[in-house]
């Protein structure tokens, strides 16, 4: 079963994501802050990691950095951003850029 965790310090969001994803059969977890995503990833081995990149405590390449050196390392990260200004294809770390909100459609997809 694939682990996938959400990042994001929208709570509803968050929560409503992961809710989502168990009803669909994944192994779901949140993080709300930059400092807790890194803590989950270096504790768990995610397979996903949808990662809102405007974070209150960190940037949020900064933190998909940081996990790329966790337990999480070989994890697809989903950079989740509300502004295509964010969007930086040439960043190595992120596998996948999504601008929000993240659709239903787009959700199933990215969790196959």
């Known amino acids: 079963m ?35 995503a890194v803590d989950a990833a270096a504790s768990e081995a995610f397979d996903v990691i949808f990662l809102d990149l405007m974070l209150p405590d960190a940037d949020g390449l900064d933190v998909c950095l940081d996990i790329r050196r966790g337990g999480s390392k070989s994890a697809r990260i989903v ?3 509300g502004s295509n200004e964010l969007i930086d294809k040439s960043q190595p770390c992120v596998d996948e850029w999504v601008l929000k909100p ?3 459609d787009q959700l199933e997809r990215l969790l196959r």
């Open 79 to 81: 950079a989740l951003t």
């Open 2 to 36: 694939k682990k996938i965790l959400f990042v994001d310090d929208s709570r509803d969001t968050a929560n409503a994501l992961r809710d989502i994803a168990c009803g669909l059969g994944r192994f779901s977890a949140v993080a709300y802050t930059g400092a807790s």
């Open 102 to 104: 993240l659709h239903m």
